[in-house]
């Protein structure tokens, strides 16, 4: 059974840090691209950023360039996401997404609340 477990979401003031983690099973996980998107309220989902299977190559989207980190351990299943001076406009539900050719797969999500 394929499972995406995110974790580490929350509420946190303006600039500052959380970290996201997830815990993938029931795939191979060290042949999957991982990414993380996210989706705020009212709007679509958006890629925020993107990593090869190995973690060699990165990518990310413009607004969070700078101030997001996407890592992954491969021994542990786990990619993470690492999320500095964060901004309200950050606010929305982070999805965690394997990719394999045609094969795709979605956690469940975390809430990631900026407000002070």
């Known amino acids: 059974q394929v499972q995406l477990v995110e974790s580490g979401g929350g509420l946190v003031q303006p600039g500052g840090s959380l970290r996201l983690s997830c815990t993938a099973s029931?795939?191979?996980?060290?042949?999957?691209?991982m990414s993380w998107y996210r989706q705020a309220p009212g709007k679509e989902r958006e890629l925020v950023a993107v990593?090869?299977?190995?973690?060699?190559?990165?990518n990310y989207a413009d607004s969070v360039k700078g101030r997001f980190t996407i890592s992954r351990d491969n021994a542990r299943n786990t990619v993470f996401l690492q999320m500095n001076s964060l901004e309200p406009e950050d606010t929305a539900v982070y999805y965690c997404?394997?990719?394999?050719?045609?094969?795709?797969?979605w956690g469940q999500g975390t809430q990631v609340t900026v407000s002070s």
């Open positions: 029931g795939f191979t996980f060290s042949a999957f691209a």
């Open positions: 997404h394997a990719n394999f050719v045609s094969l795709k797969y």
């Open positions: 990593s090869t299977v190995s973690g060699g190559a990165t």
